[in-house]
């Protein structure tokens, strides 16, 4: 009703409102005020029947409203008796349960009552049987735990031997297979000549001289001594320095062509062939260079590095040896992503060392490694170079590369000999670690192959096949521990049963 009463005030001011603006008009209209007052009322009905309209309709629009909220509070009421019934039902079954819990924990108690008074019986009673402690039986059980497990290590041992070797040693054929492809080298070992032929017995009498002078002048001027006796068609050349041993060489050859021996041809020959030993080293040093890629190195590297030509290594040249390593290990840092500058540098400088073995007590990589001190080159090349015989551990994948190339090119067919005395040596003491670490299990041991296998035969009624893969992998570390070898050693032990009888 006020809102009624409002909209008739509105629509009555609306109408006043209305008369007196056309009462004010420029253009005199004519009207009656009865007329007037008439069409005023006229809208202030219509407007007062909108509003009607308009509040009948708010008044519905609210009922709606206020039906519906009373619905779903009616519903929310339903719900909330349904929740406080399921509630009511879980709290009491929740009761029940606790109550089961509680009894049986009582039964519980009382069974491992039972239980703990059975046991103690039951160790009384298994203490009599086996007439053993819980202490006895406590340390047998633990014996048999470790005898287990050391089982089990061994199949671990070789179920994780077996995967790797199925990714590793493929992957790792691929990539040296792939190296070597990258190389040419000389299958021919190269040997030192320490011996001149001479067609003539009677060039040893011009050798030898009047009262021995030119023998004499040619010793002291080179440092070495000529061995005459031994053969009528040689002449030895002995000197623990393979330089001096190579001047001379070349200088007694030439002095023999020429046929002319006395002192001062002696002493200008000497000093011809140690200038064209020294051209000689400069031209090896700069082929080595140019392999490891070093243009810039030191004058007095240059000349060690070029002296390598007249050092050998088991009949195998020093200087073929480096430049194989130098392409070798660069291949395999190609195909790995290493740095192949430094693995270069260090392949060149790897054995080096070797030069100065007769004047410095030290393993020849050790010596290596000083030189490259000397120089100031950096840690990781003093590493790959120092660490390449593993006495030293690696410290990168640089200093492995030179290790792994370091020994293909040693051990390849071809590439370096023994003599024979070293090589009996060497395989007896391969047989001998292999007796010492095997014991009363080993029945026999054979080194073949040159010594690259070593192959254990061990008694099959005290060992089995858990125990031969420990014993195998044993052997090995001792080795690698104690000897030194080129290349690799491969142990194999093998257990083997065998069952003879005779028909007669």
Known sequence: MEVILIITTLAAGAAAYYFYSQSKKVEKVEISEEDAIAKASEKAKKAIEEAEDTAEKIKEKAEETARSIRREVTEQENLLVEREKTLNKRAKLIEKQAEQVEVDKNKVRNAKKILDKGRGKLKTELEKISQMTEDEAKKQLLE?????????KARKIREVEKKTEEIADERAKEILVDAMHKIET??????????????DEKIKGRVIGKDGRNIRAFEKATGVDLIIDESPTEIGI???DPLRREI????LKKLISDGR????????????????????????????AEEAGWPGIDSDLLKLLGKMKYRTSYGQSLMTHTIEVIRLSAALASELGADVELVRKAAALHDVGKL??????????????????????????INAIEGHHLDIEPSSIEAWIIHVADAISGARPGARKDSYDQYIKRVEALEDTAKKIGGDKVDDVYAIHAGREVRVLVKPDITDDDEITLLAKQIADEIKRTQTYPGTVTVNVIRELRAQEVAG
């Open 144 to 152: 048999e735990l470790e005898e287990d497990l050391k089982d089990f």
């Open 186 to 199: 000389d299958y021919v070992s190269e040997t030192t000549t320490t011996v001149i032929k001479i067609e």
């Open 238 to 240: 002995s000197c623990f």
């Open 248 to 251: 001379a060489r070349v200088a």
């Open 261 to 288: 021996i006395h002192p001062g041809t002696i002493e200008d020959e000497i000093r011809k062939a140690k200038r064209e030993i020294a051209a000689e080293i400069r031209k090896n040093g700069q082929i080595i």
């Open 356 to 381: 100065l073995t007769h004047k410095v007590e030290q393993p020849h990589h050790h010596i290596s490694g000083e030189i490259a001190r000397k120089y100031s080159l950096p840690d990781r090349m």
